[in-house]
């Protein structure tokens, strides 16, 4: 059964933890991302990665961490940094061009 | 960069009529459109994409039209029925492999029966 994963669907923390939110695929994708979703927001892009050990900053990389270590992984490390970490966090991946998404993790910080 | 303007953000139809929903772009180079429908609480799902070399492109109830000249590409959904009732993204790309999309904000659309 070929999907992407996400893991938990539920996560929470205390302020001025690191949180690392798991995102696995076995599509045999090349690229892959992790967006964040507020409330009534579009998705916007946090790090994006087009091959194994290589990965981009997106649009809002400020508090957030990624390592690319293997093809089926892309784990997100939410840190204390990030001043607003309470949101909808989606990973995806993509092969020529058409993007599939994961069910998404719900992290609250409290 | 791209920018994606989405509208309306919005739209509340009866079951049975149409909805459309519009998007432009500014980036010349993006080659490739889809549309994501999103329930709540879940990942967004891919439901139609369409690319430069094509003008429409449709898929039973749900058809996609591009107008490269105006930067504009438009979601209608025909025979509207409860379960369409979800957020709808439009998004645009480069489609150069591993490029990331640019999504609209999203349309919220509620079909009552």
């Known amino acids: 059964d070929g999907g992407i994963t996400q893991s938990p669907k539920y996560l929470f923390r205390k302020e001025g933890q690191n949180v690392t939110l798991s995102c696995e695929q076995n599509l045999n994708h090349d690229a892959m991302y992790w967006y964040r979703q507020d409330p009534g927001q579009g998705l916007r892009l946090i790090y994006y990665?087009?091959?194994?050990?290589?990965?981009q900053k997106g649009d809002i990389a400020e508090g957030y961490s990624v390592s690319r270590e293997k093809k089926e992984s892309f784990p997100l490390t939410v840190t204390s940094a990030q001043k607003n970490p309470t949101a909808f966090y989606l990973c995806?991946?993509?092969?020529?061009?058409?993007?599939?998404f994961g069910p998404g993790t719900r992290l609250t910080v409290t | 960069g791209e920018n994606v303007e989405q509208h309306p953000s919005t739209l509340s139809v009866q079951e049975g009529d149409s909805a459309v929903i519009k998007c432009t772009y500014s980036d010349s180079a993006s080659n490739y459109f889809p549309w994501y429908k999103q329930e709540l609480g879940k990942g967004p799902q891919l439901i139609i994409d369409?690319?430069?070399?094509?003008g429409e492109k449709k898929d039973q109830r749900i058809a996609v039209t591009l107008n490269k000249t105006a930067k504009h590409f438009s979601l209608h959904i025909t025979e509207t029925q409860p379960e369409d009732s979800a957020v709808y993204f439009c998004?645009?790309?480069?489609?150069?492999?591993?490029?990331?999309?640019?999504f609209g904000k999203g349309t919220t659309l509620s079909v009552s029966s």
């Open positions: 995806a991946s993509s092969i020529k061009g058409e993007q599939y």
């Open positions: 369409i690319r430069s070399n094509v």
């Open positions: 990665s087009q091959i194994v050990n290589d990965f």
């Open positions: 998004a645009a790309s480069p489609n150069q492999a591993g490029t990331a999309l640019i």
